[in-house]
């Protein structure tokens, strides 16, 4: 199935062409296996093709390359390479945890997700005009997540011309919890070791082991680690304290302010499109 995003394709070689070179025809493979066609893309992978429920790679240009660890596992693969030279590389999976993707990536554009990482619906990525968005190891998505680094359709200033709403990268590091329909648009980064609370919608950039929440994400507090344990589906079924829970050490740091400011995280959602506010709010008449 296509990425169920509003997104959209590559513009007509009049306006802002993916290619310079005749396209290719819209090729989709529904297996993962070793792949090569004559435009140049690429699948990349020595695991067993049993290890993916549901696969489908849309490839609809050229030098697209999709790099799977043999010991990845996931129950749906969507990637939509829309235009040429994207890349999406795909970590181990060895714990087999739960993982749907739906990837959307464009021209020049990258899409990186490490080991050990799980979701509990689908979650949806769009990487675009040359942006890269990086998940780290052991990140826990919840359900309705996404990852956008771009607005899908280019928004401009009526006086100048000029685009107002510019592609960007997001990061999320490692062992990050995304709550439920939380999303991170272009520009967004989350440190290692934090969590992103219910329907909270990050922009800037949040600390390491902290707790943000709200739109855009502010953060409400500091100097906490999480672990995976259902509080219902692993014993013990009461976790008063650290003492019931094997702990990721590696993981446990108190917070680190220094490279974030409250200004950044202002200043970036004044910029994004999807209902929030580009600048100042118009007057009333008088």
Request: aromatic share 6%; charged share 25%; with cysteine.
């Given at each position: 199935?296509?990425?169920i995003l509003?997104?959209?394709l590559?513009?007509?070689?009049?306006?802002?062409?993916?290619?310079?070179?005749?396209p290719?025809?819209?090729?989709?493979?529904?297996?993962?296996?070793?792949?090569?066609?004559?435009?140049g893309?690429?699948?990349e992978?020595?695991?067993?093709?049993?290890?993916?429920?549901?696969v489908?790679?849309?490839?609809?240009?050229?030098?697209?390359r999709?790099?799977v660890?043999?010991?990845a596992?996931?129950?749906?693969?969507?990637?939509?390479?829309?235009?040429?030279?994207?890349?999406?590389?795909?970590?181990?999976?060895?714990?087999?945890?739960?993982?749907e993707?739906?990837?959307?990536?464009?021209q020049?554009?990258?899409?990186?997700?490490?080991?050990?990482?799980?979701?509990?619906?689908?979650?949806?990525?769009?990487a675009?005009?040359?942006?890269?968005?990086?998940?780290?190891?052991d990140?826990m998505?919840?359900?309705?997540?996404?990852l956008?680094?771009?607005?899908?359709?280019?928004?401009f200033?009526?006086?100048?011309?000029?685009?107002v709403?510019?592609?960007?990268?997001?990061?999320i590091?490692?062992?990050?919890?995304?709550?439920?329909?939380?999303c991170?648009?272009?520009g967004a980064?989350?440190?290692?070791?934090?969590?992103?609370g219910?329907?909270?919608?990050?922009?800037?950039?949040i600390?390491?082991?902290?707790?943000?929440?709200g739109?855009?994400?502010?953060?409400?507090?500091?100097?906490?680690?999480?672990?995976?344990?259902?509080l219902?589906?692993?014993?013990?079924?009461?976790?008063?304290d650290?003492?019931?829970v094997?702990?990721?050490?590696?993981y446990?740091?108190?917070?680190?302010?220094?490279?974030?400011?409250?200004?950044s995280a202002?200043?970036s959602?004044?910029?994004?499109?999807?209902?929030?506010?580009?600048?100042?709010?118009?007057?009333?008449?008088?």
């Open positions: 199935m296509p990425l509003d997104l959209a590559c513009a007509t070689p009049a306006e802002a062409p993916c290619t310079d070179r005749i290719a025809m819209p090729t989709t493979v529904r297996s993962l296996e070793p792949y090569q066609d004559d435009d893309n690429v699948i992978y020595a695991g067993a093709h049993t290890a993916h429920t549901r489908d790679v849309l490839f609809r240009g050229g030098n697209n999709l790099i660890h043999p010991e596992t996931t129950k749906r693969l969507s990637i939509r390479f829309d235009c040429d030279n994207g890349v999406v590389e795909l970590g181990a999976n060895p714990r087999r945890r739960n993982l993707l739906s990837l959307r990536v464009g020049d554009s990258t899409i990186r997700i490490g080991d050990d990482v799980s979701t509990t619906t689908v979650l949806l990525a769009s675009v005009e040359g942006t890269t968005i990086t998940i780290g190891n990140v998505f919840a359900s309705g997540n996404q956008r680094g771009d607005d899908g359709h280019p928004i200033d009526v006086r100048t011309g000029a685009r709403n510019h592609s960007k990268d997001i990061t590091g490692d062992h990050v919890w995304m709550g439920r329909e939380a991170a648009l272009g980064s989350v440190a290692s070791g934090s969590v992103i219910y329907r909270s919608l990050v922009t800037g950039r600390p390491n082991n902290a707790i943000a929440v739109t855009p994400a502010r953060v409400v507090r500091r100097d906490i680690a999480w672990e995976r344990p259902h219902s589906l692993a014993k013990p079924y009461y976790k008063p650290a003492s019931t094997t702990r990721s050490e590696e446990w740091s108190l917070t680190d302010d220094s490279a974030v400011t409250g200004r202002a200043a959602s004044r910029r994004r499109f999807l209902g929030l506010s580009f600048g100042r709010r118009a007057r009333r008449p008088r």
